[in-house]
C-alpha cells in the first residue's frame, strides 16, 4: 500500500548535476520524516541526507556536505535531492525512505518504508 518511487537517476559526467525525486503514496507524507540512502557495487547501504517531516531540519553524511541538498513538497508528496559537483564516488544505486518518527537519523534500521531505487552513474 505503501510507496515510494524515485526517479531522475541517469548518467552525468564528474562536476555536473542531477536532481533526483521520490514520489510516495499510501501514507500521511508530512508525518513522515524522508532520508536518501545509497549503495555502490560491493558496499553497504550509506546514509546520504535527511529531512524533517516539517521540512525545517536536515543532516547531511560528510561526503555530500556542500554538494547535496534535500528538500521536500508535503503539498506534492515528494522529497528531492539536488546533486551538483558529481564524483566518481558518488556512482550508486540511491534509495528514498520514510521515518514516521519524524526526526531525523541517519541509522537505515530505523526507516520503515523504502523504494526501489533509482541508479545514478558518474563517468566522463
Known amino acids: 500500500q505503501v510507496q515510494l518511487v524515485e526517479s531522475g537517476g541517469g548518467l552525468v559526467q564528474p562536476g555536473g548535476s542531477l536532481k533526483l525525486s521520490c514520489a510516495a503514496s499510501g501514507l500521511t507524507f508530512g508525518s513522515y520524516a524522508m532520508g536518501w540512502f545509497r549503495q555502490a557495487p560491493g558496499k553497504e547501504r550509506e546514509f546520504v541526507a535527511t529531512?524533517?517531516?516539517?521540512?525545517?531540519?536536515?543532516s547531511y553524511a560528510n561526503f555530500v556536505m556542500g554538494r547535496f541538498t534535500i528538500s521536500r513538497d508535503n503539498a506534492k508528496n515528494t522529497v528531492h535531492l539536488q546533486m551538483n559537483a558529481l564524483k566518481l564516488e558518488d556512482t550508486a544505486v540511491y534509495f528514498c525512505a520514510a521515518d514516521r518518527r519524524l526526526g531525523v537519523t541517519t541509522r537505515e534500521q530505523d526507516y520503515d518504508y523504502w523504494g526501489q531505487g533509482t541508479q545514478v552513474t558518474v563517468s566522463s
Open positions: 529531512i524533517s517531516g516539517s521540512g525545517f531540519s536536515t
